[in-house]
Structure formats: C-alpha cells, structure tokens
C-alpha cells in the first residue's frame, strides 16, 4: 500500500499533531492494560499467607513452609545429649515359645530330662483383634414364697444385638481424629474384626457420642479463661462450604460448624467480654 507523504511543511506539522494524538491515546490504554494485568496476577498469586484468606482456600497450591532450622550435617542415629527410647526386654512375657531341637546330629531325638535356655529373643506385636461378644441372660425366679420374680437387662442394652460403648468411642475417635469416612471405618472393621460396620449405625454413633459432651460446661470454662484462641478454617459439607469455628485454652476447647466464617466466634467473644 503507497502512502502519501505531506508535501508542505503545514501538512507535515497537521500530520505530526495526529501522531502525537495516537500516541498518547495508545500509552493511556497500555498503561491501563498494565495496571490490569498487575492486579489479576497478584490476585492469582494470593494465598493464605500472603493476604486474609483462610488456608483451606489454598487447595493443592500452598506454599512450601519455610524450614524452621537449618539443616546442618549430623551424625546418623542418636545426638549427644539425646535420651533413647529404645525397646526393652521384660521379665515377664504373656507368651512363652519354646524352639525345641527337631533332632541330635546322630540321627535320633532321644533328649534327656536336663533342658538349658541358651538364647532368649523377646517379639513385641499386637494381640490378634476380635470382638467379645457380652450376652446378657434375664433371668427368672421362684420365691419360697411363690412369687415369681425377673431379672433386669442393664439400662444401656437396648436391643437383641447391638455394639457396646468401646466400640462407639473407637469409632467416634476414628471418625473426628483419625478425619477417617464412614466408608472406610466399615471397611477397617471388617478387615480387622470381621464385622461390616453398617455405615448409618457409625454416623449414629458419633452423633451419640457427641450428644454425651458436656458442651455447656466447656463453654462456662472457656468464657472464664483470660486467655483464649479464636480460629476458623473452611470444610466442605455436603458439598457446600462451611466453617468450623474453634475455641480453645491449655485445657478445653471448643468446636462447631456454621455456616458463616466469624458470626459464631463473635457471640463467644462478646459472651466473655460481657
């Protein structure tokens, strides 16, 4: 494409004046466009250790902590100073194995009375899981008086076949502390016990167990502390987001979901500065 070039020198300074013009208007949208990408990178790069976002909002991208001492070249094993845990023998074992000779060098395994220990090695291991079944048996009896009388069930049986209470607080442990599923506690007692925990019965359990807590009493403790920690941090529940709210001291503490992030810690701080 031929480009007319101005022939005066009033064209040339006309032309210049629109350049000039362009120009201006072109930097005012690049500096606008720089000012936009800026801010959307640095929106991009937030996490929770950069801005007020909560850490749950990091998902698989959170930054790698800083080491809390620097690494320095040591020995393996124990330092000086450093006092072991190393496992111990006992004198008293619950089991006792006895490695018998299979037979003497010439053939036969005709022993004498006289047995000497040479060697003893002690093997730590877990008992061999099982659930004992407790049952319960009303019985009936005749007075000499001729009355007929009946035993009582203890008030916590309540059914023909049911779990006990260890096993309630095992799976209420499992399920809060060990953040295990529903899913996977009945797979565990089933692998482990031989029993398929029925996934409702384990959601009943935890909610029992939680109606056992004595809420209101940890909550007089906590409002009487001069010292306490606020914090909530974001949870998925049912797929929706909620907040788990957590107050707490050296000795109690004290958690809950709601469904707002600060509402529910508000009322407790306010109740204790009231």
């Known amino acids: 494409m031929e480009v007319k070039l101005p022939e005066t020198i ?131 009896r005749t007075c000499r008086c001729g009355r007929i009388s009946c035993g009582e069930f203890p008030e916590k049986v309540v059914a023909p076949v049911q779990y006990g209470e260890r096993v309630q607080a095992l799976v209420a442990m499992l399920s809060v502390h060990g953040c295990l599923s529903f899913g996977k506690i009945r797979q565990l007692f089933a692998d482990i016990y031989g029993y398929e925990l029925n996934e409702a019965t384990a959601q009943l359990m935890v909610k029992r167990t939680s109606e056992m807590m004595p809420t209101e009493e940890i909550k007089v403790e906590i409002e009487k502390s001069k010292v306490v920690n606020f914090d909530e941090t974001g949870i998925r529940e049912n797929g929706c987001l909620k907040w788990l709210h957590n107050a707490s001291t050296a000795s109690w503490t004290y958690q809950y979901v709601h469904a707002k992030r600060g509402l529910g810690v508000a009322k407790l701080q306010r109740r204790r500065s009231a």
């Open 10 to 140: 009033e064209e040339c300074h006309s032309l210049i004046r629109q350049l000039l013009l362009v120009i201006e208007r072109q930097q005012s949208e690049i500096d606008e466009l720089k000012t936009e990408v800026r801010e959307l990178t640095n929106r991009v790069n937030q996490n929770s250790q950069n801005s007020n976002r909560p850490p749950s909002s990091d998902g698989f991208n959170k930054p790698n902590p800083k080491p809390a001492f620097s690494r320095q070249k040591k020995k393996r094993g124990g330092q000086k100073g450093h006092r072991g845990n190393t496992l111990k023998r006992v004198k008293t074992p619950d089991v006792v194995v006895d490695c018998e000779p299979l037979e003497c060098v010439c053939g036969s395994a005709r022993w004498s009375l006289e047995v000497e220990i040479t060697d003893a090695r002690q093997v730590f291991e877990l008992p061999a899981p099982h659930l004992e079944v407790v049952e319960y048996r009303r019985l009936k």
